[in-house]
């Protein structure tokens, strides 16, 4: 079975018992919770998608390990055009949901380790390529959703990690067994992790000398025992759980970004999902492979469907109240849709001048310099797309009533006078799009595009990394005659 149904998907999340905690209490069940299940549904979309004959060449592709039809995101890229189809399904996953499609970062993950395990195998004589093309290929038969995970609380940023106050603020290996290892530790702001199959772990950073316990990176499943997922809570989480009819909601189905601190509290993991133990030199190119792919997709492919969205709620929201001439909401909308087609050519250009790295493994990756730079172009842009939104839904867009008061006898009339603004749309329709708008100017996507793949200032240390000024002072030196 290479692809699931979406009900096959249910099925296999109903028979897992993740331990899961939000907002103080245990959460018994991710599918009956309102707010967890909205994780499941974003994921369960991507099944019902791989199905629909519509979008086939969308989601979907064939495996090199399997030769079967297989989920889009279970799949390493193995070319340039792959490289462009994983962002066009980045675009196409985003503009359908309004929310993240929690199986990108597994997917980021999986190019990075494909790169790294073959290289270690090529340079250290280790086995680790086979055993993680087992496991990616238990992972297409299985059609499972892979969640990832990389960041860490870790401890006082001017202490070294061996002068931490707890040595597990960055997740460490405590016992290697001749089965396994068993890992303690932390991971935050992970995105969908308990409503998965799977869970894949990267370090967060590189390690040198005496930091080898921290050096790992391993596959599990999200509810093996001793882990824990301590839930975000906020004001959206609130609505939801006490919404009569989700319609209510800016993203009635899918949703806000929904994520987790993952505890690891004396977690085994067998050597056959151990991907990376001790080797020092690969903690940082993990992190780094996985960081070119993730900017892609962060920078130029799903911000790029976000602000689909974004742009179709403020062009409705004009027309329902007869703006349709008004020059400066012209003129902001068309500022939206070149930020977007910036950040969809950067996208697009970090995959058609991505390589195969290393040469020889048959992973392909985006361009490392404009994988980092769609990142940065989204950290600003997606705020600037943002702060237009607001300014074209007004003030409604945070003193909006509550559509309840549609159904209320005594203010009902009242609301559909005066926020119908006379226009045939009517007030529940024009409400509704405000509530689109609220959605994203007022909820969380904000700053998760500015810290999702990396924060402005590890993007900038990555490209003063790659960035070289030769052939530019030579072009000039050239130009001008200037022998050295």
Same mark, same amino acid.
């Not at 309004?98 to 990075?112: A, K, M, N, P």
């Not at 009819?245 to 050597?271: A, C, H, K």
């Not at 003030?395 to 009242?414: H, I, Q, R």
């Given at each position: ?260 601190? /993952?505890?690891?509290? $004396? #977690?085994?993991?067998?050597?056959? !999902? @151990? ?8 903690? &940082? ?87 980092? /730079?769609?990142?940065? $172009? #989204?950290?600003?842009?997606?705020? !600037? @797309? ?8 007004? &003030? ?89």
């Amino acid at each position: 079975m290479a692809l699931k149904t979406a009900e096959e998907f249910i099925e296999s999340i109903k028979k897992m018992k993740p331990r899961v905690f939000m907002n103080g209490k245990k959460i018994e069940n991710i599918l009956d919770n309102p707010v967890t299940r909205t994780v499941v549904e974003a994921n369960k979309a991507s099944y019902e998608w791989a199905l629909d004959p519509r979008y086939q060449d969308i989601m979907t592709t064939i495996s090199p390990l399997t030769n079967e039809r297989i989920n889009r995101y279970t799949h390493v890229s193995q070319s340039i055009e792959d490289l462009v189809d994983k962002a066009n399904a980045g675009t196409f996953t985003a503009e359908n949901l309004g929310t993240c499609i929690y199986r990108c970062v597994g997917l980021d993950t999986f190019h990075s380790l494909w790169a790294n395990t073959w290289e270690m195998d090529q340079k250290l004589g280790t086995s680790y390529f086979p055993r993680f093309q087992e496991y990616l290929k238990y992972v297409q038969e299985n059609d499972l959703s892979v969640a990832g995970a990389l960041t860490e609380p870790r401890g006082l940023r001017d202490e070294e990690l061996k002068d931490w106050s707890d040595p597990y603020l960055s997740l460490k290996i405590v016992e290697k067994k001749s089965d396994g290892i068993v890992v303690n530790g932390c991971k935050i702001n992970i995105s969908g992790a308990y409503a998965g199959n799977e869970i894949v772990i990267l370090p967060q950073m590189a390690h040198y000398a005496g930091e080898e316990d921290y050096a790992v990176a391993f596959a599990i499943p999200a509810d093996t025992e001793g882990i824990t997922y301590i839930c975000q809570y906020t004001p959206e989480s609130a609505e939801r759980e006490q919404a009569d009819d989700i319609s209510e909601l800016g993203n009635p189905v899918f949703g806000q970004r929904e994520t987790s601190m /993952v505890v690891f509290d $004396n #977690v085994f993991v067998p050597w056959e !999902r @151990v991907f990376h133990c001790g080797e020092l030199k690969y903690s &940082g190119k993990l992190v780094e492979r996985f960081a070119r792919t993730h900017r892609m997709t962060c920078g130029g492919t799903c911000k790029v469907g976000f602000m689909n969205i974004i742009i179709g709620a403020c062009k409705l929201l004009q027309e329902y109240k007869g703006m349709e001439k008004a020059t400066h909401i012209n003129d902001e909308i068309l500022e939206m849709v070149v930020l977007r087609e910036t950040a969809r050519a950067c996208g697009l250009t970090s995959a058609t001048l991505g390589c195969e790295d290393p040469v020889g493994s048959g992973a392909f990756l985006p361009n490392e310099i404009m994988g980092n /730079v769609s990142k940065l $172009n #989204v950290c600003h842009a997606f705020w !600037r @797309v943002l702060e237009l939104a607001g300014d074209i839904g007004g &003030g409604l867009t945070v003193t909006l009533p509550s559509m309840k008061e549609l159904k209320n006898p005594e203010t009902k009339d009242y609301v559909e006078k005066y926020l119908g603004f006379g226009s045939p749309a009517g007030a529940e329709n024009i409400m509704k799009v405000t509530k689109v708008i609220q959605n994203w100017t007022s909820g969380l996507h904000g700053v998760g595009t500015y810290h999702g793949a990396g924060p402005v200032m590890t993007q900038k240390i990555m490209l003063n990394k790659l960035v070289g000024y030769d052939k530019e002072m030579k072009l000039v030196k050239k130009a001008l005659n200037i022998k050295d």
